[in-house]
């Protein structure tokens, strides 16, 4: 049963969760079939990642869309990007508009790389985590704590 733990149980649970994380990693990365296991590791960080970019790139661009559509002072908003539209040279907008665009999915696509490869070190690293969690509040039982 989990409780609250004192500072020194939760400092005794974070390093072997951290010493079960790296171990697994080591494990997982050295060792005989290792170079098929980092192969396989490397194509599920890239389907991760451009499944997270995906996702991030659909949903901000949706959220742009509806924050300039339903959003606060959507009316408003609309009628500055029209007034810019219309004012602008049609090269200045078409640059400034490319530009946006750009910084969006280089942030979408930072953020899926980091997502991804997260992911796929954290299906390494999950087992061992969730063993090394167990083994603890096992011994913790046992000690009547």
């Given at each position: 049963m989990k409780h609250k733990l004192t500072k020194q149980q939760?400092?005794?649970?974070?390093?072997?969760?951290?010493?079960?994380?790296?171990?697994?990693?080591?494990?997982h990365f050295t060792g005989?079939?290792?170079v098929h296991r980092a192969c396989t590791s490397a194509k599920v960080a890239l389907y991760e990642s451009v499944s997270?970019?995906?996702?991030?790139?659909?949903?901000?661009?949706?959220?742009?869309?509806?924050g300039l559509l339903i959003g606060p002072d959507h009316e408003s908003n609309l009628h500055l990007v029209y007034a810019w539209?219309?004012?602008?040279?049609?090269?200045?907008?078409?640059?400034?508009?490319h530009a946006?665009?750009?910084?969006?999915v280089w942030m979408c696509a930072q953020a899926g790389v980091?997502?991804?490869?997260?992911?796929?070190?954290?299906?390494?690293?999950?087992?061992?985590?969730?063993?090394a969690e167990h083994k603890f509040y096992?011994?913790?039982?046992?000690?009547?704590?």
């Open positions: 939760r400092k005794a649970l974070e390093q072997n969760t951290r010493r079960a994380a790296f171990g697994a990693l080591r494990a005989e079939g290792a997270w970019f995906t996702k991030l790139l659909l949903i901000g661009s949706g959220a742009v869309l509806a539209v219309v004012a602008a040279p049609f090269d200045q907008v078409l640059e400034k508009s946006l665009f750009e910084s969006g980091a997502l991804g490869i997260s992911h796929s070190l954290g299906r390494v690293t999950r087992p061992a985590i969730q063993g096992d011994v913790m039982a046992h000690q009547g704590l």
